[in-house]
């Protein structure tokens, strides 16, 4: 409707200017006459009133013209409109057909590129997006109750079996209490690391200033001496390296790579931290020995419950989410992340954070 109303409003207006230059045209059109006898005013006079009849009449039949042809248009505006909305009105309806069951499904407009066909392919995109991401949830979800799931049997078993011995003892019971504790801290872990994976791919909730050197001091305090009961060296290159963001899953993203670098290990092996301003971005890397790992193994590390080798969380502790915690952190802070395999064994990351120009001292920040 307002479309047609729209057309039919343009061709209204243009018409009556049409209209209004024509008469105008016509009422300064002089007629030139040429008299030979002493007649010539009163035939002057007659032909000023034929004009003055023609222009009323040139008038109103432009003026019936007009309104006929604004009633054409209303009905061809009308037409068109319909016929530019009706793949509009099909990929609504194809968008209203969509849910979480389907979302496979595309568009899928032919034809020449326009923007309706940029339009369409700016949803396929958009719907491209949302099946990773939806596919994604499922396998989190998925991995994260099974992995929730084994610890909760392996306690509701130890209690069970300790309850319907008859022959338990004070020092039984507290063995199995012991075993339940520890669980429960590894459960508690877990939580804990969901709960960050969960907060960092919602994005950043507020922007501070922060110095990774900083940061990767308290990461290499916390990790020092699990490193000291590995034997594994750790050598620093730390310099300031000042960005912004959440201090906090800054904080967290390097104790991870610190952690992940240390605790994925070679007895004598070795850690190397560095921090730095480079191409005007923050720069942290992490580079470790350890197992030698392949190319194609380095990208799903960065997946949720993905380990190396045949550990598991309940050997070691580590439930496969640092790195996909480190992904998602870089990603909110508008990180780059870059990450290979050494040849000898371990790994190299590197993650580039915008610079925060404005800093002039750093900033400790709370971990």
Same mark, same amino acid.
């Given at each position: 409707?307002?479309?047609?109303?729209?057309?039919?409003?343009?061709? !209204? %207006?243009?018409?009556?200017?049409?209209?209004? %230059?024509?008469?105008?045209?016509?009422?300064?059109?002089?007629w030139v006459v040429i008299v030979y006898d002493d007649r010539g005013p009163e035939i002057r006079e007659n032909l000023n009133r034929l004009k003055g009849? /023609?222009?009323? $009449?040139?008038l109103t039949q432009s003026g019936i013209a007009l309104a006929i042809m604004v009633m054409i248009s209303i009905a061809l505006g009308w &037409?068109?409109?319909?016929?530019?909305?009706?793949?509009?009105? !099909?990929?609504?309806? !194809?968008? /209203? /057909? %969509?849910?979480?069951?389907?979302?496979? $499904?595309?568009?899928?407009?032919?034809?020449?590129?326009? $923007?309706l066909k940029d339009l369409a392919d700016t949803v396929d995109g958009l719907l491209g997006r949302l099946e990773t991401a939806l596919n994604a949830h499922k396998r989190f979800v998925a991995n994260a109750a099974h992995e929730m799931r084994t610890p909760l049997? &392996?306690?509701?078993?130890?209690? $069970?079996?300790? &309850?319907?011995d008859r022959e338990a003892t004070l020092e039984s019971y507290r063995a199995t209490s012991e075993r339940v504790v520890a669980i429960s801290k590894d459960q508690g872990r877990l939580l804990e690391a969901l709960l960050t994976l969960a907060s960092s791919e919602r994005g950043l909730d507020r922007q501070e200033p922060f110095d990774l050197s900083d940061l990767a001091r308290q990461a290499l305090d916390s990790s020092q001496f699990e490193a000291d009961a590995r034997g594994v060296r750790i050598d620093t290159r730390i310099a300031p390296a000042p960005s912004a963001g959440d201090p906090a899953l800054a904080a967290r993203l390097i104790a991870n790579l610190v952690d992940n670098a240390v605790h994925h290990n070679v007895t004598g092996g070795h850690v190397e931290v560095a921090t730095e301003t480079r191409a005007g971005r923050a720069f942290v890397s992490v580079i470790n020995t350890g197992p030698v790992i392949s190319p194609q193994q380095v990208g799903p590390l960065f997946e949720p419950f993905q380990r190396l080798g045949e550990r598991t969380a309940r050997s070691d502790g580590h439930h496969g989410l640092g790195l996909s915690i480190v992904r998602a952190i870089a990603t909110a802070h508008g990180a780059d992340i870059t990450a290979h395999a050494r040849p000898c064994g371990g790994l190299s990351i590197g993650i580039s954070f915008p610079a925060n120009c404005h800093t002039q001292v750093p900033v400790r920040a709370h971990a």
């Open positions: 409707m307002r479309l047609t109303a729209l057309y039919g409003a343009l061709f !209204t %207006i243009s018409g009556a200017v049409l209209l209004t %230059i024509t008469y105008g045209l016509m009422r300064r059109a002089k009849a /023609q222009l009323r $009449e040139l &037409l068109v409109a319909g016929r530019v909305l009706r793949p509009l009105r !099909t990929m609504t309806a !194809t968008v /209203q /057909q %969509i849910s979480a069951r389907n979302v496979h $499904e595309r568009l899928a407009v032919t034809g020449p590129r326009d $923007e049997t &392996l306690e509701r078993a130890l209690l $069970e079996e300790t &309850l319907t």
